[in-house]
């Protein structure tokens, strides 16, 4: 056993024993303690859970690695994540908080009708399923360099270990398990990001040093056939108008999420649920501000290690994570003079953008510890959200489906439970083959949730808090449209079912496509509202009493 490979068991080891132990400590059997942790979680706890539970596989593993190749356009996804935020915060939250309950279907149900509320839970399933698929893969990364394992393998690990304490513990064990999480995640991805600064710049602040290495960085891209890392709109295909519409994309579909807006129903009052979404704000931007960092340092330390080097001179590290797959290096070339990210390009270097955060300490030329670190920290972060997605799985087949259309008759909370505890069950099942062979990397897989979630959730929720007239009609008519218009232009453009063009209309891509998608859902929700009957007198009342603070007394909890 090499030393990497040592450290790497003493961290996941030690990190998934505290979970598992929090797991079991928070054990639940009703549904209440399953769904939204008996509605009693402390405000900055709720937050801290909130960015573990945001800062998927796609965040950790991915973001900096797509930065690092992107460039400024990468920011897309810093300006995306973090500004639907504030939108979730300040538009959504407390609203959603105020009228209580369990789950966003849920919620339409009692806003629209009981049609819309299984139109919403069917979306709210695709869009986990997706997004749930980039952290299998993520965490099948992880167990497949560091532990030895080919991808398959890793990802069924991952899955099983998931599985086990999301169904044990519920919302209540997820909760406070993701606050162990976020502690390791965040020291995992901050200290190699500082030991990297440090040795490199002599700074050992990543967010600012890693300007002094900009121009270097820029001189080299070019020198292996990529564009200037600073360049604007160079790094995505449809320019300035895709930029924008990634970024309102992941802003509408962060606002949009299940399993972000569930959060908020855990917390003790409508006022922590407001601060809940400033909290995790504040823990998501120590990651998300130290992101462009790790991917310029990075791609640097890559191409100073190849420049000038033969095939058999090249790094260690490239033979290692070439056991993956994830790293390739073209046949017959003799000296590396052309790195790319992408397989068709032909380049003698290829690398996964998703390998690079991970194998930072790595080509930074850490010791093994820190490299064991971020392997744990990896796992935190694809543990952490694909736990939160299952349960929104789980509660929209049984608490959305199954109670509320199947058994109308009534359910035990028993029967609720072992519902919800297999649709668990399934859809890991189906996404350990999904993520092995996942459409795109995994910040790209998770993007598309967004979408999903942008051109489904955030317009049906917008118009029912802030707008009376909208009716069961309208938003089934509008949800079905955003959500069916934008699936089918991704698998258009995607590798997915066995087709795809990968023809970007008008230069939108895949990731940028939900913004489109939520503006036709808002046109046909509020065309379609107006021609037809208005909502009913106690809905429109119901619309009233959440929008607007109730009179109290002095010293009332709010």
């Given at each position: 056993m090499s030393d990497i490979q040592f450290w790497t068991f003493f961290f996941i080891i030690l990190t998934f024993g505290l979970y598992i132990f929090i797991a079991w400590r928070s054990r639940v059997k009703e549904t209440k303690e399953f769904y939204v942790a008996s509605q009693g979680v402390p405000t900055i706890?709720?937050?801290?859970?909130?960015?573990?539970?945001?800062?998927?596989?796609?965040?950790?593993?991915?973001?900096?690695g797509l930065i690092a190749f992107l460039g400024s356009d990468g920011s897309v996804y810093l300006m995306g994540w973090t500004g639907g935020y504030v939108l979730l915060a300040l538009l959504l939250a407390p609203y959603l908080r105020k009228w209580g309950k369990f789950t966003v279907p849920e919620f339409v149900g009692d806003r629209y009708s009981e049609s819309v509320r299984i139109v919403a839970a069917v979306a709210a399933i695709v869009v986990s399923f997706t997004y749930v698929v980039g952290q299998m893969n993520g965490g099948g990364i992880v167990f497949s360099r560091f532990l030895g394992l080919n991808l398959t393998w890793g990802v069924i690990v991952a899955a099983a270990i998931i599985f086990f304490y999301a169904v044990l513990g519920g919302m209540k064990g997820i909760t406070y398990t993701q606050v162990a999480q976020y502690t390791v995640l965040i020291i995992a991805y901050l200290i190699p990001a500082v030991a990297v600064a440090q040795q490199t710049t002599g700074i050992p602040v990543p967010q600012i040093s890693y300007g002094k290495i900009l121009a270097e960085l820029d001189s080299l891209s070019t020198e292996f056939g990529l564009h200037e890392f600073t360049q604007a709109f160079a790094g995505r295909d449809g320019g300035q108008i895709d930029v924008f519409l990634v970024t309102a994309s992941l802003m509408l579909g962060t606002a949009g999420l299940p399993h972000v807006i569930i959060r908020f129903y855990t917390t003790k009052t409508v006022r922590g649920a407001r601060y809940s979404a400033f909290w995790a704000l504040f823990f998501i931007s120590l990651l998300y501000l130290t992101a462009p960092a790790v991917g310029a340092f990075t791609k640097l330390n890559l191409l100073q290690g190849v420049r000038g080097a033969t095939v058999d001179q090249l790094p260690a590290w490239i033979e290692t994570w070439g056991a993956t797959g994830l790293?390739?290096?073209?046949?017959?070339?003799?000296?590396?003079?052309?790195?790319?990210?992408?397989?068709?390009?032909?380049?003698?270097?290829?690398?996964?953008?998703?390998?690079?955060?991970?194998?930072?300490?790595?080509?930074?030329?850490?010791?093994?510890?820190?490299?064991?670190?971020?392997?744990?920290?990896?796992?935190a972060a694809a543990m952490s959200t694909a736990a939160g997605l299952l349960l929104v799985i789980s509660s929209a087949a049984s608490h959305d489906l199954y109670f509320r259309v199947f058994k109308k008759e009534g359910a035990s909370e028993s029967q609720q439970m072992l519902v919800g505890r297999v649709a668990m069950a399934a859809a890991i099942v189906i996404a350990i083959f999904a993520g092995i062979n996942p459409p795109a990397f995994v910040a790209q897989v998770v993007a598309f949730a967004f979408g999903l979630a942008a051109s489904t959730f955030f317009p049906i929720l917008i118009l029912g808090i802030f707008w009376k007239r909208a009716n069961g009609v309208g938003a089934t008519a509008g949800m079905l449209t955003g959500l069916v218009f934008t699936a089918t232009y991704m698998i258009y453009t995607l590798e997915v079912f066995g087709t795809g063009s990968n023809d970007h209309i008008l230069g939108i891509s895949p990731e940028g496509i939900g913004a489109v998608g939520a503006l036709v859902n808002f046109i046909v929700t509020i065309v379609v509202s107006k021609l037809t009957a208005p909502p009913s007198h106690e809905v429109q009342e119901m619309v009233e009493s959440i929008r607007y603070p109730q009179q109290r007394k002095v010293g009332a909890d709010v």
């Open positions: 706890a709720n937050g801290a859970a909130v960015a573990a539970d945001w800062m998927s596989a796609a965040s950790f593993i991915g973001m900096a790293v390739t290096v073209a046949d017959g070339v003799d000296t590396i003079e052309t790195v790319s990210n992408n397989a068709a390009s032909g380049a003698d270097l290829i690398v996964n953008n998703d390998i690079l955060v991970l194998a930072s300490p790595e080509i930074g030329g850490l010791p093994a510890p820190i490299i064991g670190l971020m392997a744990a920290g990896g796992m």
